[in-house]
């Protein structure tokens, strides 16, 4: 993984929760949110939270009682996201998942949705997630599948690949798409220390208006677009477009049907 695979500024997080928030997340956000809505009390801690689409659905199933703590190592999507909820029970806090600041055994649940792929090392946050769990406590976390089950994103993937072939952008199959084997997570997250670990396949179909709002989130509004700009730094509305085109003639010009899918693990302590 590079550096700019973990870069998510300037108007990326505008973009990001704009596009692809309602399209990829909020879905699987609320799947998260129900599985640890059983929690009355306590703290939840959330580790890549992004621009706090998981955040909202937690905030929306749990009650007042439940902390919930929100972090993400990227300031700029935090700052974002303080500006579209603001609970008495929401923290917000800048922190790296492989590191967190932490005492140990202090939350009742760990959630991460669509973030461990970006960590450099997986097992560092694994250990973590466990660190910090209270005994009986659960660490919860979202990958996608393959990028063959994801098709829309494997169009995009594709049309921006032809647009540039002799230094074809990975970012989508290098990173989101790149940790899928569920016999590599179930080892990793067992050598991290958790023994009893489920992992759900877990299908999901969505819904976009037009070819014009995959194409701008996932070129505009995800760290596609730092590989896509060092390329070419005045080329990116005209790269978006030629994705667009690509989906419009994959899907139609019309809505598009996004069907996804991603495994979700539950890891017990």
């Known amino acids: ?14 973009l990001y929760e704009r596009y692809l928030g309602p ?16 929690i009355a009390q306590g703290r939840i801690l959330e580790t890549a939270a992004g621009t706090g689409i998981v955040t909202r659905a ?27 909820l603001q609970a008495a029970n929401v923290a917000w806090r800048q922190a790296d998942a492989q ?12 959630v991460c949705q669509f973030g461990v792929m970006f960590l450099p ?23 996608w599948n393959s990028l063959d089950r994801n098709a829309v994103s494997r169009v995009v993937s594709d049309a921006v690949a032809q647009f540039f072939p002799d230094d074809p952008p990975r970012f989508i199959e290098r990173v989101p798409f790149g940790y899928f084997d569920p016999d590599r997570i179930l080892g990793e997250v067992q050598q991290a220390g958790f023994e009893t670990v489920d992992i759900d ?17 996932l070129c505009q509004g995800s760290p596609l677009r730092n590989e896509i700009e060092a390329r070419a730094p005045n080329r990116l509305d005209e790269v978006t477009a030629k994705v667009t085109d690509a989906l419009a003639r994959t899907f139609g010009s019309a809505s598009i049907e996004n069907r996804m899918s991603a495994l979700v693990v539950t890891a017990y302590r």
């Open 1 to 14: 993984m590079t550096a700019s695979d973990a870069a998510f500024s300037g108007s990326i997080p505008e």
């Open 23 to 38: 399209l990829f997340f909020e879905p699987y956000a609320e799947d998260m949110a129900a599985r640890v809505k059983d």
């Open 58 to 84: 937690l905030a929306k199933v749990l009650t007042p009682r439940v902390e919930i703590v929100a972090t993400d190592l990227n300031q700029a999507m935090l700052d974002h996201a303080r500006t579209k």
């Open 99 to 110: 590191a967190l600041p932490f005492e140990d055994n202090s939350f009742d649940a760990v």
């Open 121 to 143: 090392d997986k097992l560092a946050g694994y250990r973590e997630a466990l660190r910090l769990l209270k005994p009986g406590g659960r660490f919860l976390f979202s990958v």
């Open 201 to 217: 396949v877990v299908d999901k179909i969505n819904h976009a208006p037009s070819a014009r709002e995959p194409a701008t989130g």
